[in-house]
């Protein structure tokens, strides 16, 4: 069975809507389109983008190591978050699982979809492991299972053959998500090569990371055929810019990867650091490194500490409303003077502590 069954019946029945782009290409006097004939700016922004840009497409095909007609690229992985709920969710009927303390966006698209989140949290007390179990109990009520891997905000990855067997219990059933966009910063392989056998599965990657484009705007689902063809019947016309193609394929020549992979192993660096210069200090009760580009800190005043980085300038994240994580905040991975700005006043307030 194709996962697209599992769709809405209005979304597979959609004829998508037909671009002039798509209609027709080559051409040198392009007068179908009803676009500005002068490139004012220049880089050809007067021109309606490919939808589908082939060598952007081929260059994250070879990024990911998966056939192009397994991808689509989206404007960042919030898009493809949005457009799976969408396509998959009877509103006031459909549900998605999602795996709590875990990314927002999932439980945002939900509620514009009117869909429901049934959460199955992660075991606080387990290193935030998958309570896969209860997954597959509820399952029959969900029409995607959304799993971060490395989780943002704990950091912590899922084994790929617990992915895969929970896609293995829930084929036929419901469409495995595993959102990856922090793996180039961890020790583990992606699941994405696992995407031509486990028809059920779809990964999402995306460039604001690990290639330093976050506003660029440059996500890419990673899914069986026929569930990018689904997703490219609802997705916008021309949902990546001119701009974006051109910075995204900057970002991927070969030299641009050979930078990104050593400011990976940087990021990689400064996180041991960041994670060693907070342990030792007075108020922090726990670090939780992860294999992402931010670390998670438990603490014992967090408005204390959060007022006291404002002060100086420097914004951390309070996650401590989040299940799980009370007393918690997550701090990316800067540079190291950004990092010791923030170490400064950790010693600074602990010192306080100790006159008080
Ligand atoms: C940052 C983040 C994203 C957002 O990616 P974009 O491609 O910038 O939309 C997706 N998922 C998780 C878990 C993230 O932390």
Same mark, same amino acid.
């Given at each position: 069975m194709s996962i697209t069954e599992l769709a809405r019946p209005e979304i597979r029945a959609l004829k998508p809507y037909s671009s002039a782009r798509l209609e027709a290409s080559g051409g040198t006097v392009l007068l179908n389109a009803n676009e500005n004939p002068w490139d004012s700016l220049g880089g050809g922004v007067n021109r309606y983008p490919d939808p589908q840009p082939p060598e952007l497409i081929e260059r994250l095909s070879f990024l990911y190591g998966v056939s192009p007609k397994h991808i689509l690229a989206t404007r960042g992985s919030d898009e493809a978050i949005d457009l799976l709920v969408r396509a998959f969710c009877i509103a006031y009927q459909d549900a998605i699982i999602e795996c709590p303390p875990c990314f927002g966006m999932y439980r945002i698209a939900a509620g514009i979809q009117a869909a429901k989140v049934i959460p199955v949290p992660l075991d606080p007390d387990n290193h935030f492991s998958l309570d896969l179990p209860g997954i597959i109990e509820q399952a029959d009520r969900a029409k995607i299972v959304f799993l971060t891997s490395p989780n943002n905000p704990t950091g912590n990855i899922y084994g790929g053959d617990e992915v895969t067997a929970l896609c293995e219990r829930l084929k036929g059933r419901a469409l495995v998500v595993v959102d990856e966009a922090y793996i180039e910063f961890s020790k583990s392989q992606s699941m994405a090569r696992c995407v031509g056998e486990v028809e059920n599965l779809a990964v999402l990657r995306t460039l604001s990371k690990a290639y330093g484009l976050a506003g660029v705007r440059c996500g890419v689902l990673i899914g069986s055929e026929s569930l990018v063809g689904l997703l490219r019947a609802i997705i $916008? $016309?021309? $949902?990546?810019p001119t701009p974006t193609v051109t910075a995204a394929l900057e970002a991927l020549t070969d030299s641009g990867l050979k930078t990104a992979a050593q400011q990976v192993a940087t990021i990689r660096d400064l996180r041991a650091y960041l994670a060693k210069g907070l342990q030792k200090q007075a108020g922090i009760l726990n670090v939780i490194e992860g294999e992402a580009n931010f670390v998670l800190a438990r603490v014992d005043d967090v408005p204390g500490l959060i007022a006291a980085t404002q002060r100086k300038g420097i914004l951390i994240r309070d996650v401590s409303h989040y299940p799980g994580l009370t007393g918690y905040v997550r701090v990316s991975v800067g540079t190291r003077e950004e990092i010791d700005a923030l170490l400064a006043i950790t010693k600074e307030l602990a010192a306080q502590e100790l006159i008080e």
């Open positions: $916008p $016309p021309y $949902p990546l």
